[in-house]
């Protein structure tokens, strides 16, 4: 256990459905991320949160939409996603954002599924 | 390039030694980490070296860094069934804060064979 839950562990959706998956960490940590996990391609960095303040936005499309209502809490809105979507999303947390070792502690993700 | 390079696949026998090699991107990248991931879950932080060293061993884990050549290994002694899993390398990059500066690699899965 890395102090860090995700829900729901499995999701199948289809491309008109609107989910959401959540994250919390009970670590006491400032920072919260998404990462989406594709089979052969490195770990791809979605959201990051510090303090409840979205800080990074690496070029997702807007069928995500993060929300973040409290420093232990995240959550990610997923709407008319693509087959291609189809990947594990990870959520991980760290003391700070702007630490130098920036140490992050993962989630044992979501599996979804877009049919 | 821009990506950080693993092998995709391992296998070794139990009881050998695993090591999984990574080729990383910029020389000044401050903190190099192996993470491992096993079945169902998210990733754990194994152990991390700073770019200052250029060896670390913890128990059965050694990992030597070559600054020069941009490459870090994990060297897993008496290899167990239980090792099997994905080993991530990510690097730490300079010039900015925060967590857009650390790169993963694609991953390298271990299997142990009893």
């Known amino acids: 256990e890395t102090g860090v839950t995700q829900t729901p562990r499995h999701l199948v959706m289809g491309m008109t459905n609107k989910k959401s998956l959540k994250c919390e960490q009970h670590?006491?940590?400032?920072?919260m991320y998404w990462y989406k996990q594709s089979a052969k391609k490195p770990l791809e960095l979605m959201f990051v949160?510090?303090?409840?303040?979205?800080?990074e936005n690496n070029s997702v499309p807007s069928r995500f939409s993060p929300e973040c209502p409290n420093s232990s809490h995240l959550f990610l809105h997923l709407h008319t996603l693509q087959p291609e979507d189809s990947a594990l999303y990870l959520c991980?947390?760290?003391?700070?954002?702007?630490?130098?070792?920036?140490?992050?502690?993962f989630g044992p993700g979501t599996r979804l599924t877009v049919l | 390039g821009e990506d950080v390079e693993q092998s995709l696949f391992l296998s070794v026998r139990e009881g050998d030694s695993s090591v999984i090699n990574c080729t990383y991107t910029?020389?000044?990248?401050?903190?190099l980490y192996w993470y491992k991931q096993e079945p169902g879950a998210g990733l754990q932080l194994l152990t991390y070296?700073?770019?200052?060293?250029d060896m670390k061993q913890d128990q059965r884990l050694t990992v030597l860094l070559n600054k020069k050549d941009k490459h870090l290994s994990l060297r897993i002694a008496d290899t167990q069934t239980g090792d099997s899993a994905i080993y991530f390398c990510?690097?730490?990059?300079?010039?900015?804060?925060?967590?857009?500066?650390?790169?993963f690699g694609t991953g390298t899965r271990l299997t142990v064979i009893p």
């Open positions: 991980a947390s760290s003391q700070d954002y702007s630490r130098e070792k920036n140490e992050q502690f």
């Open positions: 670590l006491g940590h400032n920072a």
């Open positions: 949160y510090s303090l409840e303040e979205r800080v």
């Open positions: 910029d020389s000044s990248s401050t903190y």
């Open positions: 070296i700073f770019s200052n060293m």
């Open positions: 990510a690097e730490k990059r300079p010039g900015q804060t925060g967590a857009n500066n650390l790169f």
